[in-house]
């Protein structure tokens, strides 16, 4: 089996900056993709941020320049920053990733439990 585990999360002002973690662990093979999306009351789930196995990254158009994915291959582990925070940025954010177990299995998606972020004064 695989998890990912998410940390990171919690309450902080307008404009201020949190940093997201996730660590898949497990059966792991190798990953492909991985990527944080998030959940806003009475929303649709969204995506983020995107970091691809040949190191290219995608962002939504509302976090371009305010958000930054980055992500340590030896340690599994995907990594969201996130600065200039706005109130419209609360939410749940989800880790994902693409995860092939084994040699001989497909990638298969997995997710992480959330972790909430709330900006507000």
């Known amino acids: 089996q695989v998890q990912l585990v998410e940390s990171g999360g919690g309450l902080v002002q307008p404009g201020g900056s949190l940093r997201l973690s996730c660590a898949a662990s497990?059966?792991?093979?190798?990953?492909?993709?991985m990527g944080w999306y998030r959940r806003a009351p009475g929303k649709e789930r969204e995506l983020v941020a995107l970091?691809?196995?040949?190191?290219?990254?995608n962002y939504v158009d509302s976090v371009k320049g305010r958000f930054t994915i980055s992500r340590d291959n030896a340690k599994n582990t995907v990594f969201l920053q996130m600065n200039s925070l706005k109130p419209e940025d609360t939410a749940v954010y989800y880790c994902?990733?693409?995860?092939?177990?084994?040699?001989?299995?497909?990638?298969?998606?997995?997710w992480g439990q959330g972790t909430q972020v709330t900006v507000s004064s």
């Open positions: 994902n990733a693409d995860v092939r177990p084994t040699r001989d299995t497909y990638y298969v998606p997995y």
């Open positions: 970091f691809t196995s040949d190191a290219n990254t």
């Open positions: 497990g059966s792991i093979f190798s990953i492909k993709t």
